[in-house]
């Protein structure tokens, strides 16, 4: 992202938010994996979003018509002893020249200078919770002023979550970010059909998620979006399973869910294949079913359409579907009026996605699904879960997980499928694993 993008996004959420009123939002704090090691660190996304600034002990202000500068920076000074150990620090000219900040000041001198950034405000944007620490001193903050007010110092009356408008501003997707987006797309599909042709019985699932992880890597990616899942037969049935200890059986199936993160922005994709190189004829009869119920999901992907369009339209052909193979009985209508493919499919078919893979937005608006408009991106991951052991099923069908799933862009004429170059038709897979 260049410094133009998150200057535009600064200045598109002070417009919404109006004179006499100020945003503040803290930086992700640094986490602790054990004792003193930490975790790679990753900035939070909403931070992210308006500062492209990527260190810790940070706070962003934004203060509309401020003369001295509407972007103030707090953030960490200069350092050359801490440098030598963990890396440059930007420091206040830094945070100036290189990341757009119209004026900063070290992050230790905060509790002098933000109050004073607070008076005669009347708004002030934070979002509480997200930070309980970081919530009281803004509290703090606003306190010490209100004990001035003999001296005629007003002080914000009104607290607003920033979510409010900066979740709206996310949910609708930029040139900029959909560039990074097809960017993560297009190194998760290499990943994903270099799985595919790593794949052999005797292997174990971590072995297939170290090839995800390669080729993140090797392409530029900043590793996982989020914990691969990679789980061969009866793992395939626990929808969050991310142990990937077992080893790959002769039969089985074998589904991944894996996504790279580049720039910041994620990517997110399902596939199933065989642990063999070949389907079943059992497992051929479900894997197409749930093909079917995606094609016809992303078909309901199209503006005008409501957020729940797709997920009626994968329920609808998989009901049908599961009637047909005998894993359901009764009429479809009413099977789907009571739910009962629930047993076998038990999650929705999609959620936001951007910077984060669960990534922000209403889902509703006013209480009804939300209208699916140009520039929103959404998964569409329909899948059938069979557990074993069940005598009312049809022992060919029992440990048998399968999800397909892509990332898809809503535009003016319908949608576009970022990730449709991974494999899963049933033909172009065994190709690919026979390669």
């Not at 660190?41 to 018509?65: H, N």
């Not at 995800?212 to 979006?225: C, D, K, S, T």
């Not at 076998?344 to 996605?353: C, D, E, K, N, V």
Request: charged residues 30%; contains cysteine; proline residues 5%.
């Amino acid at each position: 992202m260049t410094q133009k993008e998150f200057q535009r996004r600064r200045r598109h959420l002070m417009d919404l938010m109006g004179e006499q009123s100020v945003a503040i939002l803290p930086a992700a704090p640094v986490r602790y994996r054990n004792r003193d090691v930490e975790y790679p660190y990753r900035q939070d996304s909403d931070f992210y979003y308006l500062t492209g600034f990527p260190e810790p002990e940070a706070v962003m202000v934004l203060v509309p018509g401020r003369a001295h500068g509407e972007y103030i920076l707090f953030c960490r000074e200069k350092d050359e002893k801490m440098e030598i150990w963990h890396g440059k620090r930007a420091g206040q000219e830094g945070a100036v020249a290189e990341y757009g900040a119209d004026d900063s000041f070290p992050i230790d001198d905060i509790d002098d200078i933000l109050p004073g950034l607070l008076e005669d405000k009347t708004r002030v944007f934070h979002t509480m919770g997200a930070h309980p620490d970081f919530d009281q001193r803004v509290i703090g903050w606003v306190n010490r002023l209100r004990k001035l007010a003999r001296a005629g110092i007003h002080t914000p009356g009104e607290f607003i979550s920033l979510d409010h408008h900066l979740h709206e501003m996310r949910l609708f997707k930029s040139a900029a970010e959909l560039k990074a987006m097809r960017k993560a797309a297009d190194i998760s599909i290499q990943a994903h059909i270099r799985a595919m042709q790593a794949c052999r019985p005797g292997l174990k699932e971590y072995q297939i998620a170290a090839e995800l992880n390669y080729v993140f890597q090797r392409e530029g990616a900043a590793g996982p979006a989020y914990e691969s899942i990679v789980g061969g037969g009866a793992n395939a049935c626990v929808l969050h399973y991310v142990t990937n200890r077992d080893t790959l059986r002769k039969g089985d199936l074998l589904l991944i869910d894996a996504g790279a993160e580049y720039d910041y922005y994620a990517a997110d994709i399902s596939r199933t294949f065989p642990v063999s190189g070949k389907f079943s004829r059992a497992q051929r009869s479900l894997y197409d079913l749930v093909l079917e119920a995606q094609q016809a999901a992303i078909e309901a992907v199209k503006p005008g359409n409501h957020w729940n369009d797709p997920h009626d339209a994968a329920v609808r052909v998989l009901t049908e579907g599961m009637v047909k193979l005998g894993l359901l009985k009764g009429a479809v209508k009413t099977l789907i009026e009571k739910e009962k493919y629930r047993r076998f499919y038990m999650h929705r078919t999609g959620h936001w996605l951007g910077m984060d893979v669960h990534d922000v937005g209403d889902y509703k608006v006013d209480d009804e699904w939300r209208v699916l408009e140009p520039g929103m991106v959404l998964t569409i991951e329909p899948g059938l879960y069979v557990a074993g052991g069940d005598p009312k099923v049809p022992k060919k069908f029992w440990n048998t997980g399968i999800r397909i799933e892509d990332d898809v862009l809503v535009t003016k004429d319908g949608c576009e499928v970022l990730t449709e170059g991974a494999p899963k038709a049933p033909a172009d897979i065994e190709a690919v694993m026979a390669g």
